[in-house]
């Protein structure tokens, strides 16, 4: 593999594991049991980030109480 390939490959890699995080850090915030803090300290994500996550999960809540 050339080295421009390794290269892309390790940026597919972390942006992967990127996903993974975000995710993992939604379905934390769904479950209400972790503060914001402890969710991006876990996950090594920006308090900020989590903090906007946990702002679409409240409308995500919101929007499925409102259709029920």
């Not at 992967?16 to 975000?22: N, P, Q, T, V, W």
């Amino acid at each position: 593999m050339c080295r421009a390939e390794e290269e892309l490959m390790e940026e597919v890699k972390e942006h992967a594991g990127r996903i993974r995080a975000l995710q993992n850090a939604y379905n934390l915030l769904i479950l209400g049991k972790l503060s914001n803090e402890d969710i991006a300290s876990a996950l090594e994500l920006p308090l900020e980030e989590v903090e906007a996550l946990a702002e679409k999960v409240k409308l995500d809540k919101e929007q499925q109480s409102a259709s029920i």
